[in-house]
């Protein structure tokens, strides 16, 4: 893969992740989102997908990729948490833990900015 494809790959990831993000904020909105819209299990999201498949083929062993796995993984485990507390009703706990999840995103966002700078910044056009 060339270095433009995988800024490509990674920008596409950060848009999944948004997208995602958004869906979250729409449930705790009140708003109907199927459940494939924004999946609780980390490995099941558009974002996951491509970290777990294709990003950690090329990426995997770099230390910046490892580092956004983590975030990714509490990410993950803060919405479970609002998942279930979405069901059980609690809007005003719902929209801290939404608080939470926000900030955790942002921190994500802001290691797959690292991921996309060591890219542009490789000796090497492939990966």
Not at 42 to 47: A, E, G, P, T, Y
Request: aromatic share 10%; proline share 1%.
């Amino acid at each position: 893969m060339t270095k433009s494809e995988a800024l490509s790959q990674v920008r596409h990831a950060k848009s999944a992740h948004i997208r995602w993000r958004a869906y979250v904020q729409a449930m705790v909105a009140g708003l109907e989102i199927e459940e494939q819209r924004a999946p609780v299990h980390q490995k099941d999201c558009d974002f996951g997908q491509w970290f777990y498949g294709e990003g950690f083929k090329t990426f995997g062993h770099w230390q910046i990729y490892q580092d956004v796995e983590y975030g990714h993984e509490l990410l993950h485990e803060v919405y479970h948490l609002l998942h279930r507390v979405l069901e059980e009703g609690d809007q005003a706990r719902a929209a801290m833990i939404m608080a939470q999840l926000v900030g955790i995103s942002h921190s994500l966002l802001a290691a797959m900015d690292l991921l996309e700078e060591e890219i542009r910044l490789a000796a090497t056009d492939h990966f």
